[in-house]
């Protein structure tokens, strides 16, 4: 469980987040959801200590952030970033550094570390590209790579901010599927979505941003719902129960 109380943090001189208070809880998918700017990043990048906040509390089971060291934080969140260069090693090599955390220097790879890599690979199915240089991979195929890695790190919390960004529909589901999974396994997963549809059917819980505070918290059905989410984006969610379930696309 994260809880985020009365957060105020600025980005180069500008305070985005003015008073956040919300919850996340383990075991589900929590979105934060919000349009372009109302501090949906800089609430992730706050949690790692990317971002420092000017006043207000982030607790990770009831202990302040502030009172981990970075390798203490290390081995307590993942964070998967909107964007990233695509370094030129293989892609076992990249898994390999989320055991960074856990090792002294000079660093000695044990064989508990290339256990939790083989394991990962196997889970997100690139086992059978682990030789492959990332440069050589799809989009869809190194966003596997760098989950890959946030699961070798082996923590109980996973940040991923825009994870379906480039990729395809196919792609798309498979990772938010393999999500879904995670929180099963007791993980706390925040991520940022903006497709109403992928937020209704994933989201567990959902937390709704604008000009930097929460306009509202609950479930995804019940924020889509709320009147709130036309005051953020000025549209309107419109849905349908169809056989499969119920749907959600957006109306101007």
Not at 44 to 54: D, G, N, Y
Not at 84 to 108: C, E
Not at 181 to 210: N, P, S, W
Request: aromatic fraction near 6%.
């Amino acid at each position: 469980m994260i809880r985020v109380h009365d957060l105020h943090a600025s980005y180069e001189g500008e305070e985005i987040l003015h008073g956040i208070d919300a919850s996340f809880p383990e075991g589900k998918i929590s979105v934060l959801m919000g349009p372009n700017g109302c501090g949906k990043s800089t609430t992730l990048r706050s949690m790692l200590r990317l971002v420092p906040h000017s006043s207000g509390t982030i607790e990770l089971n009831g202990t302040p952030l502030s009172a981990l060291s970075p390798q203490e934080l290390a081995k307590n969140i993942a964070y998967l970033p909107q964007s990233r260069s695509v370094p030129d090693i293989a892609v076992k090599t990249l898994v390999m550094h989320g055991r960074f955390p856990y090792l002294s220097y000079p660093r000695r790879y044990r064989p508990e570390d290339h256990e939790k890599v083989r394991e990962s690979l196997e889970w997100v199915g690139l086992t059978d590209l682990a030789d492959r240089k990332m440069e050589q991979l799809s989009g869809g195929q190194r966003q596997k790579a760098y989950l890959a890695m946030a699961l070798a790190q082996d923590t109980d919390v996973i940040l991923m901010d825009e994870p379906t960004t480039f990729l395809d529909i196919r792609n798309q589901f498979e990772l938010l599927d393999r999500s879904k999974q995670l929180a099963k396994q007791g993980k706390t997963v925040i991520m940022i979505l903006h497709d109403f549809e992928a937020i209704l059917r994933y989201a567990d819980h959902v937390v709704l941003l604008h000009n930097g505070h929460v306009l509202q918290e609950g479930g995804a059905e019940e924020v889509l719902r709320s009147g709130s989410v036309r005051e953020a984006f000025q549209v309107t969610p419109v849905f349908h129960q169809g056989e499969d379930g119920l749907h959600c696309y957006v109306r101007q």
